[in-house]
């Protein structure tokens, strides 16, 4: 099975992404994944949102096919007045004005992910329909709390190719890795 990401965005910015508005998605790290990879979007407030209600949900999916990288040196040597140098950066992409940039960053790295393929699904899924990768739980040496747990075969030894599943129970803080979705 293949990684995704699961990735938690504020109700604000899920509107730009659903509308096409924004297509850089600006945050302060990146996964260990070779793009392009799938993300998926999870609307993190239960505020009234169309088609999406009241729900936390998990509302749609991109591929993220390019990560860009601004270092601390260049986030903080542009003037805020120089615009035009600010959006060679793609910030208006990320629906972002240069102040609040430089403020997110607090003199760290930022990553600017690029968003194509969006897909906003037409019914929201539910976070317990996603999956974590199984080597981020199973230890095979000891498991714990798997229903194939202290199973052996008829040799008397222990299998761990047992297939059990760990659903994605609570939203990550930023984003977090799950398995790619088969039908979506």
């Known amino acids: 099975m293949s990684k995704a990401v699961m990735l938690s965005i504020r109700p604000k910015w899920c ?8 297509t850089i998605e600006v945050r302060k790290t990146r996964p260990k994944l070779e793009t392009p990879f799938k993300v ?12 999406w209600g009241k729900h936390f949900k998990v509302i749609g999916k991109f591929t993220c096919d390019h990560i860009d990288e601004y270092d601390d040196d260049t986030i903080f040597s542009f003037r805020h007045e120089d615009y035009a140098r600010w959006n060679d950066f793609g910030l208006d992409r990320a629906c972002m004005h240069p102040e609040d ?10 990553y600017g992910w690029h968003i194509s393929d969006l897909k906003i699904y037409d019914v929201p899924k539910d976070l317990n329909e996603f999956w ?3 080597e981020l739980y199973c230890e095979k040496e000891r ?34 890795y799950v398995e790619v979705m088969q039908d979506g």
């Open 101 to 110: 940039f430089q403020n997110y960053a607090d003199g760290k790295w930022l």
């Open 143 to 176: 498991c714990g709390g798997c229903p194939y747990d202290q199973v052996a075969d008829v040799n008397g030894e222990y299998s761990f190719d047992c297939e059990w599943k760990r659903p994605l129970t609570r939203p990550p803080q930023s984003w977090c």
């Open 40 to 51: 998926y979007i999870y609307c993190t407030r239960g505020v009234a949102l169309g088609a």
């Open 15 to 22: 509107e730009k992404i659903a509308s096409g508005e924004k």
């Open 132 to 134: 974590l990768p199984s």
